[in-house]
Structure formats: C-alpha cells, structure tokens
C-alpha cells in the first residue's frame, strides 16, 4: 500500500501564490506515476497536473504557463507550485500514485488519463 500525505495547501488572495507538497511512503517506488487532481464543491475531480511516461510533467489547459509541477525522487516528495491563483482555482487538491499501465516491452504509461490507485487525504486551496 502507499501512503500519500499533502500538504501546504491554505488561503490565497487572486492573483497568488501557494505551494504545495505530496511525501509518499510505503510500498511507494520511484516509477510509480504521480500527479495531482482537484475537486471543487459540486463540480466533478479533474486532472491539474501528472508525470508522463518519461517522467514530464504534463499540465491540463487550465494549469498550463500558471502551475509548475517537480519531483524529488531522493525525498519521494511531489510538489506544485502554483501561481497566477484565481478564485476558479478553488478546491480540495489530492496527490494521486499508481504503478501505471504496463507496456508489453517494459515501462508503464502514465498520465492525466490515467487512473490512479492511491490518493492522499487533500489539501484545501481556496482563493478569494
């Protein structure tokens, strides 16, 4: 099993910024995927940010030029800075882990698409 802890999650004002941290633990490995989602009150979860298949962060529309995503493998620890914040930005943010799909010659896709097994407790980001 793997463990996902966020934080650094808090209040920002429009046009801010905030910082947030993912520590896994566990049965975690470095290949696994990783990636952050959100969900706002009523809306359905959706992909901000994950590591593709070779390990680059990929952004979805909204997150894209605005929210930076790092890994640190030495400290098995998942960030995302974001910036430019708007009260749209406004939710619960989890921090999400996988092993991947496989390929049949090695590897493992990973991605936004992908379905993610583990997911932390969240971190609430709101902006206003």
């Known amino acids: 099993h793997v463990q996902l802890v966020e934080s650094g999650g808090g209040s920002a004002l429009p046009g801010g910024s905030l910082r947030l941290s993912c520590v896994a633990s566990?049965?975690?490995?470095?290949?696994?995927?990783m990636g952050w989602f959100r969900q706002a009150p009523g809306k359905e979860r959706e992909a901000v940010a994950a590591?593709?298949?070779?390990?680059?962060?990929r952004y979805a529309d909204f997150a894209r030029g605005r929210f930076a995503m790092s890994k640190d493998d030495a400290k098995n620890t998942l960030t995302l800075q974001m910036t430019a914040l708007n009260p749209e930005d406004t939710a619960m943010y989890y921090c999400?882990?996988?092993?991947?799909?496989?390929?049949?010659?090695?590897?493992?896709?990973?991605?936004?698409?992908?379905?993610?097994?583990?997911r932390g407790q969240g971190t609430q980001v709101t902006v206003s």
């Open positions: 999400a882990a996988d092993a991947g799909i496989p390929f049949l010659h090695g590897g493992s896709f990973c991605g936004l698409s992908l379905t993610y097994k583990y």
């Open positions: 566990g049965d975690f490995a470095a290949t696994h995927c």
């Open positions: 590591l593709d298949t070779q390990g680059t962060p």
